[in-house]
């Protein structure tokens, strides 16, 4: 099995009755393991983005859902908790749209080690639950295996896609290169900008696996498409961490960085990477965000946040959340977010809007029609 490499993924076959709705997240129940509180939901980041994300294939008119609240959904966490201000966090707040919009009854399980996988998995099919959300490439394996064993249980795991596809179970998947691109574009402009005698611009990894090396891969080849379109040499330096749940390290990490000269870091990596953002505010530099706008996620960074690297992991829960509430789930496809549909995308850049300068602004504008167009190479998958 592997991670999906773009342009070689199932065939996609989403209904057009799949509208996802970013609005408002109202309360819901959760089912928690000792010691976890119940996340709080981030505002919506992008009202533009209000309508389905994934691509879609008309196929005839379906009727509005029927409301089901026996439908019971649970989620699995990997190890970076329901807190992570990222992408757990944010596929509980599909779920919690979910359980609003649709009425289905959504509980997550947080896991403490990767050895919890199964079982917390196996503790929702034990219970019936009609849909089993895991969370992340590293809950893979397990997510197969357990698929497996209940092959009545309908699945849906984010970041993650099989070849060959399994019968039961919905990869949800992101091109979130096509969103680190210009974003390593933006941080080199904004170090030439910031520090024309050296500028530098660096990167934080949690773990080593490739939904982050696709970030980092795509991030290094916008700065690389900026120092031959400007004539630079703007440097590159990065760092991975090798885990998601530790901020002492991350920040660690990102002030040696800085010690280095680096001017702008991007930050990939839970709560790893948000550790690393704690250390370009306390040293006065620039950082870029990933997963969700992590200016509404982290208040005490927004001041050194140029923008956030987006994947809509909300819309894609709700996503199959409601083709299950419709009646039309299909396992073995893959539902892909990509820049064109709004799946994935940069955020605002927030304080920073009225000093980037309009000729980068309009520089990222022409990328990102080029990334959609096919004109411009994100850099991944790596040749």
Partial sequence: MKLRLSGACVTLLVLATLLLIAC?????????V????TPTPTPDRYATHKT???PVVVIAPSPSPTITPAIMVGMVSDTGGIDDAGFNQNTWEGLMIAQSELGVQARFIESQAQADYEQNIAEFAEQEYNMIITVGFLLGDATAKMAAQYPDVSFAIMDYAYDPP?????GVIFNVDEAAFPAGYLAAGWAVLKDPADPQVGWIGGMQIPPVEQYIAAYEAGVRYYNEIKGTNVAIKGVYVGDFESPDKGQIQGSSLIDEGVDVILSVGGKTGSGGL???KERGKWGIGAEVDQYNAL?????????SCVKRLDNGAFAVVRALVEGIFMGGVNYIGTLGNGGVGLAPFHDFESEIPDELKRELEDIQRGIID?????????Q
Avoid: K, S, Y
């Fill in 24 to 32: 408002g997240l109202g309360p819901a129940a959760t089912r928690r």
């Fill in 34 to 37: 000792p010691g976890t509180a």
């Fill in 52 to 54: 389905a994300f994934f």
């Fill in 166 to 170: 399994l019968p039961n179970v919905a």
């Fill in 278 to 280: 704690t250390a370009v």
């Fill in 299 to 307: 208040p005490d960074e927004r001041g050194i946040l140029l923008t």
């Fill in 374 to 382: 096919g004109t411009i190479r994100t850099g991944w998958p790596v």
